[in-house]
């Protein structure tokens, strides 16, 4: 069982920056993948990136790449998602999730590939 808090959100400028932190709960943190999603308003949630239990793979949404860095602290069984550059459309609620595996699948960039979720924090970029 893992429980996850998110933190970090708030209101930024265009072009600006947030790190979003994603604290976990449990013993045995780098045994799970986490995944950091987001759901704009009136939209599905959506994939942002990805990292594997050992922090050496990650994986990012098109949208991000180039501009978000997911990393994690399995000491502090803790994961960040630094946004840098943010534009008005990564506005959303962000949620970190995790996943009782390693390693990187395609599945881990849907929503029904985690167990277990945060319950989000709101991040508002405007223009």
């Known amino acids: 069982q893992v429980q996850l808090v998110e933190s970090g959100g708030g209101l930024v400028q265009a072009g600006g920056s947030l790190r979003l932190s994603c604290a976990a709960s449990g013993r045995t943190f780098s045994r799970y993948v986490v995944g950091w999603f987001r759901q704009p308003p009136g939209k599905e949630r959506e994939f942002v990136t990805a990292?594997?239990?050992?922090?050496?793979?990650?994986y990012y949404a098109d949208s991000v790449k180039g501009r978000f860095t997911i990393s994690r602290d399995n000491a502090k069984s803790t994961v960040f998602l630094l946004m840098n550059s943010l534009k008005p459309e990564d506005t959303a609620v962000y949620y970190c999730?995790?996943?009782?595996?390693?390693?990187?699948?395609?599945?881990?960039?849907?929503?029904?590939?985690?167990?277990?979720w945060g319950q989000g924090t709101q991040v508002s970029v405007s223009s």
């Open positions: 999730a995790a996943e009782g595996t390693s390693t990187l699948a395609v599945r881990l960039t849907q929503t029904t590939g985690y167990d277990y």
């Open positions: 990292i594997s239990g050992n922090g050496g793979s990650t």
